[in-house]
């Protein structure tokens, strides 16, 4: 037996917050969406990569998660986000940035702190 991918869910009071996140900003595509019941639910994928956004005012201010997302060209993802988004840059990690652990890295974070780190193996 393997275990062959892990999926997140992460809330947020908005799920617009969330889309602009991942959709406008990171260029995943929506997969599933249902907007119909007590906690909008909508799954989002780009390459092998696959998250739940749940839209829960009460989760999403119980849990600001972190994530990381690894990525084979930072240069490229970097200048797709400063060139859309660039609000949506870390204030902490706002450029790529060779960490002392040998990962390239920038970050961002949106309106409801979630917050991601994309990195790319030095």
Excluded at 66 to 87: C, M
Aim: charged share 25%; net charge negative.
């Amino acid at each position: 037996m393997q275990f062959t991918k892990l999926i997140p869910n992460i809330f947020y009071s908005d799920m617009k917050v969330g889309l602009q996140l991942f959709v406008d900003t990171l260029g995943f595509a929506v997969a599933y969406r249902d907007d119909s019941g007590e906690q909008p639910f909508c799954i989002v994928k780009r390459d092998t990569l696959v998250i739940h956004l749940v839209e829960s005012h009460e989760w999403a201010i119980k849990d600001r998660p972190q994530i990381r997302l690894e990525t084979d060209d930072i240069e490229s993802a970097y200048a797709l986000v400063k060139s859309t988004h660039p609000e949506l840059l870390h204030p902490n990690l706002p450029e790529v940035r060779l960490q002392p652990w040998g990962a390239l890295e920038f970050g961002l974070r949106d309106s409801e702190d979630v917050c991601v780190i994309v990195q790319q193996p030095a």
